[in-house]
């Protein structure tokens, strides 16, 4: 890679950081209960090929009572402490990204640091919806490249299952519950690169929970819209903060919101051998957690490798976009 194209030396330009930050240690939490499709098509009124046509979900997954998002965010935390060979001691701060705790208070991020033995670490809750682990990676790279911790545990855990309603075909066949977890920690390289984020509240009612029912509604077809069209051009404006050339990126980790969706945002990338994460189809859209899950599963599989170039890329919403290179642990 030439010094024209290097992350590294785009960090140094850019940020004038002193220090790198990584991703040390991934963790996931998948809960065990299956859902098939021909349960989720009876519930909404439509059918299997209707669910598979328009999303690509062939199965998901809902948490059971036990399963909370702080259970379940503790299980992904463990995981990614044990991958990076790191004490719960050694952690200084967990954010938590996730919009379905069950109340605003008290927040989630500080029983994971109880329930992890991570104490004293700050903890906090971020709420960016679907493109919520991208931006609280954005937060703890910020933290440990200012010097202002050393350690930060990101871990993004959702229950859409509560807040979705099963007779719902716009959500309910779709959104489902895991968690996943990234321990992001000083680096003399830098392995995660700048981010490409924004907003637009003026859509803010295309996705949203609602006043009377309670639960999430979607106007999925404007979402759509959006997405393919208003956010084409984040993809390249990450990799240029990058410095990097799209040709370079080994493997595209999109939030998991349908299959229609991932394959317009692929066809903007030219890159010749692209990995490209589809965990929808045996995961759902778990929202915040999509993408950590979605990168936990390519690696497992072997599809991306220590070093290799990922383009993460979340969104959802708010509206809220978040994209960014990093290297894959």
Known sequence: MTA??????SVAVLGGARLGARIAGL???????VIANEQAAEAAGV???????RSGVQERRHAAPAETVVAMAVEAGKEALTEAGA???????????TCSMPSPMPNGAAQVV?????????????????SGFSHALAVADALVRAGTVRSVLVVASERMSDRVAAHDRNTGPIFADGAA?????????????PVAWGSDGSQADLIAISPVSGQMEMAGRKVFRWTTGALRGVIETACDRAGL?????????PHQANLRIIDALVRTIDAPHLAVATDLVDAGNTCAASVPLALHALRRRGAVSTGDPVLLFGFG?????AAQVVLSP
């Open 4 to 9: 024209e194209t290097s992350p590294q030396a």
């Open 27 to 33: 963790g996931a939490y998948r809960p065990s209960r």
């Open 47 to 53: 059918s299997v090929e209707w669910i598979v046509q």
């Open 87 to 97: 004490d719960p001691g050694d952690v200084d701060a967990v954010v938590l990204a």
């Open 114 to 130: 109880d329930r992890l033995g991570c104490g004293p670490a700050a903890g906090f809750d971020l709420n960016a919806a679907c």
């Open 181 to 193: 977890a990234a321990l992001v920690q000083p680096a003399e390289t830098p392995s995660i690169f």
């Open 245 to 253: 050339a799209s040709t370079a990126l080994r493997a595209f980790v």
């Open 317 to 321: 919403a708010g509206l809220t976009y």
